[in-house]
Nanobody
């Protein structure tokens, strides 16, 4: 069982930055690929970024590519999402998720564990 707790969300002006963190419990964090997803009001949850178990492979949604960086610290059982040049359309609840498969995925259904989410609001 893996428990995930996101933090770092908040209200920021357009053009600003935020760093989201996802702290995990359990002894096997380094075995999981990790992902960030987001869900805006009235919209489906969507993929934002993913990182493989070692941190050596990352993947981003087109809408955040070049503005966001996913990283992980396996010693701290934590995954991060640095978001820069934020836009009002980035406003959403951001979720981290853990995937035990051999290869990382963009698909929600691939992820086994989810956090409760952290709100990010970008004002124009």
């Amino acid at each position: 069982q893996v428990q995930l707790v996101e933090s770092g969300g908040g209200l920021v002006q357009a053009g600003g930055s935020l760093r989201l963190s996802c702290a995990t419990s359990g002894r096997t964090f380094s075995r999981y690929n990790m992902g960030w997803f987001r869900q805006a009001p009235g919209k489906e949850r969507e993929f934002v970024a993913a990182i493989n178990w070692s941190g050596g492979i990352t993947n981003y949604a087109d809408g955040v590519k070049g503005r966001s960086t996913i990283s992980r610290d396996n010693a701290k059982n934590t995954v991060y999402l640095q978001m820069n040049s934020l836009k009002p359309e980035d406003t959403a609840v951001y979720y981290c998720a853990a995937d035990s498969a051999l290869t990382m995925s963009k698909e929600l259904s691939a992820y086994d564990y989810w956090g409760q989410g952290t709100q990010v609001t970008v004002s124009s």
